[in-house]
């Protein structure tokens, strides 16, 4: 036992001879301590962890979405739509059915019931514009014919009024003294005068029902038209 550890003898001493050396000349030296030890990170480890995290509750209570083939076999259920029929030019085939379409356009002649009579245009006097009848009714001019009070008027009293320099006409129950509009009248004196003395409600309707006669003759209006007092 003691030869034997002669033969260990020198080489222990060398080794302490050796690190003696080695912490004077100020070298490093490694930590005695085994249980500090300095790990390399793994090259391998590149990955970006898993989100959410395995095991967590927002992993746990999420459902799985429906894969791609799903989504697709899904779609192939549905039929695609029809495509529309062509369309053949021309007016539509007559239907047995009702339609609420409008009837096609034909090419005959009009005949004689149908042809309007065309309106001749009637060249008014200079100073006898629309203009210049806007501009009489703001003028404070009499265009009443004496009249300082509305009045009850009857037909018969109506019939009265039907001269050129003394006439009446009646729309919508409101008595007009048109006499000063007669030079006015865009269709001319003789058209206006088919209606004096008369009611031309339903004939002032058929020629020009856009226009609006309480705002035309507002400044001509004399009374309104009532029944025939009962005798």
């Not at 030019?89 to 002649?109: D, K, N, Y």
């Not at 339903?202 to 005798?231: Q, R, Y």
């Amino acid at each position: 036992m003691a030869s034997y550890l002669r033969t260990w003898l020198p080489t222990l001493s060398t080794q302490q001879s050796n690190s003696r050396t080695t912490e004077e000349e100020g070298s490093p030296t490694t930590p005695t301590n085994p249980t500090l030890t300095i790990e390399e990170p793994d090259a391998d480890d590149d990955f970006p962890p898993a989100f959410p995290a395995i095991g967590s509750a927002q992993r746990i209570s999420s459902t799985p979405a429906p894969s791609s083939t799903h989504l697709i076999l899904q779609s192939t259920l549905m039929p695609p739509p029809p495509l529309p029929a062509p369309r053949i030019p021309g007016p539509p085939a007559p239907s047995s059915g009702s339609s609420l379409m409008p009837p096609p356009t034909t090419t005959r002649p009009p005949t004689q019931a149908t042809k309007s009579k065309k309106r001749e245009k009637v060249v008014l006097a200079p100073g006898h514009s629309p203009l210049d009848w806007a501009a009489l009714k703001t003028s404070g001019a009499d265009l009443r014919g004496g009249a300082t009070s509305l009045a009850r008027i009857p037909p018969s009293v109506l019939r009265t009024h039907n001269k050129r320099d003394d006439a009446w006409a009646a729309f919508s129950g409101k008595v007009y003294n048109i006499t000063p509009y007669l030079a006015f009248h865009p269709g001319g004196e003789k058209e206006l005068m088919r209606i004096a003395g008369r009611d031309g409600t339903k004939l002032f309707a058929l020629t020009h029902a856009w226009v609006n006669v309480d705002f035309m003759l507002d400044a001509c209006l004399v009374g309104f038209l009532v029944p025939e007092p009962s005798s």
